[in-house]
């Protein structure tokens, strides 16, 4: 499924991250860049090992948590990586919600910088870190469609979720989130033939 944010799009499928063909693919990667299992593990394998070489080399701080930092694709069809490190869920009462938003934010920052027309996202935080798919859903979506709204360069972001649930979870939150569809307006009110600007006054009683 996708919704339509203004001039782009919020898209849902169920699948493989590693196979997108989009200019960015985002990793749920763990704060030391050292790879893992789950999506990491499979993006490392595909990718192949001059991605370990180059997150060693260019960050060998690591990522802190809620931040996110970029490399070269490997062999993988996209131009770029972007490194994300999500939330570990302890509960919900440690900051991860607003943790979870920034690292988000973070891969939307460097979409930007790298001017991605399209990025693909997994629904991080949501395997090994636990985050519960409900509010990982509403927290990623709210923020990839705050950002989309007032986005020239950015056309696509697609939620590449791994399995029935995950992508039930997030189909229903993007149902419910009331988005706003900038297409016709610009600044100083709406243009276009099809949109009436007349004030509307309660029709007088007969
Ligand atoms: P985290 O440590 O951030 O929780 P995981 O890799 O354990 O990261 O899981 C994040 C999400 O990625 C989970 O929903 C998991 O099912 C999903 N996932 C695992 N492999 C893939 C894949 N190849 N493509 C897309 N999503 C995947």
Known sequence: ??????????????????????????????????????????????????????????????????????????????????????????????????????????CLDLAEAYSCESVAFPAISTGAYRYPLDLAAQATLETISARLAASENLKLVRMVLFGEGAYGQFSRVLESLALTDVSNFREGGAVGSDVDSTPKRPLPSE
């Open 1 to 106: 499924m996708f919704r339509q944010v203004g001039r782009n799009r919020i898209e849902l499928v169920q699948g493989d991250i590693t196979r997108q063909q989009v200019d960015a693919i985002v990793n749920a990667a763990n704060s030391a860049l050292a790879g893992g299992g789950g999506v990491d593990g499979a993006i490392h394998q595909a990718a192949g090992p001059s991605i370990l070489e180059e997150t060693r080399r260019r960050y060998p701080e690591g990522c802190p948590t809620g931040s996110a930092v970029a490399t070269r694709a490997g062999r993988l069809s996209a131009k770029y990586l972007f490194h994300a490190v999500g939330p570990i869920w302890r509960g919900g009462t440690s900051g991860e919600d607003e943790l979870l938003r920034s690292t988000i934010s973070a």
